[in-house]
Antibody
Framework: QITLKESGPTLVKPTQTLTLTCTFS??????????VGWIRQPPGKALEWLTL???????RYSPSLKSRLTITKDTSKNQVVLTMTNMDPADTATYYC?????????????WGQGTLVTVSS | SFELTQPPSVSVSPGQTASITCSED??????VSWYQQKPGQSPVLVIY???KRPSGIPERFSGSNSGNTATLTISGTQTMDEADYYC?????????FGGGTKLTVL
């Protein structure tokens, strides 16, 4: 059974760096073809794709946010970490991590519950 | 830039067929997936690879993709299908979601 759970601060100040951790179970990020991605959703708005890391450490980033995002993995801990620099109130959103696997391409078959991050002074 | 365009809202009567579109130039050359999101819940994959259903997804959900438009079709729509639906595709090594469509069943 694949599960993912996001953790991190619920409130950050403008200009600060956000660090979120995705802890997962039921799969290994060292298995060929597997990936973990991050997606966010501002309150009442649409999903926005952020980044994805693959089992071989290949990384993909949203072009509009690439300069602010970093994704890393710790295979031994079954964790993926997202950092986003220079946070702004417009970054207030629910942040989801999700599993990419048997459905191919960059399809997310399993999602975490999401964590709401508010950016405010 | 690559953008996926969806209608903001679609309404359907129970038991009827709902169609939600997702458009972009030459979208038919890419694989499209669809996600269902109910209020307060995480998205759920309902269609991948244009027309494939993950296990556990009812047969009334189907998908197609040709030309510039991908379509999610829900046959015999039920009240439980009321939700936001998002299409997703890939372009230039990055993922893109559509703006979402609110499906109202009334």
């Amino acid at each position: 059974q694949i599960t993912l759970k996001e953790s991190g601060p619920t409130l950050v100040k403008p200009t600060q760096t956000l660090t979120l951790t995705c802890t997962f179970s039921g799969f290994s990020l060292s298995t060929s073809g597997v990936g973990v991605g991050w997606i966010r959703q501002p309150p009442g708005k649409a999903l926005e794709w952020l980044t994805l890391i693959f089992w071989d450490d290949d990384k993909r980033y949203s072009p509009s946010l690439k300069s602010r995002l970093t994704i890393t993995k710790d295979t031994s801990k079954n964790q993926v970490v997202l950092t986003m620099t220079n946070m702004d109130p417009a970054d207030t959103a629910t942040y989801y991590c999700a599993h990419r696997g048997q459905y191919g391409d960059y399809v997310f078959g399993y999602w975490g519950q999401g964590t709401l991050v508010t950016v405010s002074s | 830039s690559f953008e996926l365009t969806q209608p903001p809202s679609v309404s359907v009567s129970p038991g009827q067929t709902a169609s939600i579109t997702c458009s972009e130039d030459k979208l038919g050359y890419k694989y499209v997936s669809w996600y269902q999101q109910k209020p307060g819940q995480s998205p759920v994959l309902v269609i991948y690879g244009d027309s494939k259903r993950p296990s556990g997804i009812p047969e009334r959900f189907s998908g197609s993709n040709s030309g510039n438009t991908a379509t999610l079709t829900i046959s015999g729509t039920q009240t439980m299908d009321e939700a936001d639906y998002y299409c997703q595709a890939w372009d230039s090594r990055t993922g893109v979601f559509g703006g979402g469509t609110k499906l109202t069943v009334l």
